[in-house]
Nanobody
């Protein structure tokens, strides 16, 4: 019932910044949490950041202090502001929502590449 579309990925130099956006549509009233995950080839998908409807956030230790997750409930949009990017941040980033009844939705993924 929830469809997610990410945008904002691309190529950035180390130390640079990038902001990802994810717009949710469908039954947005069911959404409880929104978050960002990332996955590299041959590795498990890992949580980057998550935010509740009332604004409570949690971050992976590897991005804490550099990334900021936020959401605009009126626009049904979640953002991931990424600062001080490192080559190890290179990954495919996926938007995620969790709705009532533990229903999980995923975006199609957007590539973030940090390289000189």
């Amino acid at each position: 019932q929830v469809q997610l579309v990410e945008s904002g990925g691309g190529l950035v130099q180390p130390g640079g910044s990038l902001t990802l956006s994810c717009v949710a549509s469908g039954n947005i009233f069911m959404i409880s949490t929104m978050g960002w995950y990332r996955q590299n080839p041959g590795q498990q998908r890992e949580l980057v950041a998550v935010i509740t409807r009332d604004g409570k956030t949690n971050y992976a230790d590897s991005v804490k202090g550099r990334f900021t997750i936020s959401r605009d409930n009126a626009k049904n949009t979640v953002y991931l502001q990424m600062n001080s990017l490192k080559p190890e941040d290179t990954s495919v980033y996926y938007c995620n929502t969790r709705s009532r009844g533990d229903i999980t939705s995923w975006g199609q993924g957007t590539q973030v590449t940090v390289s000189s």
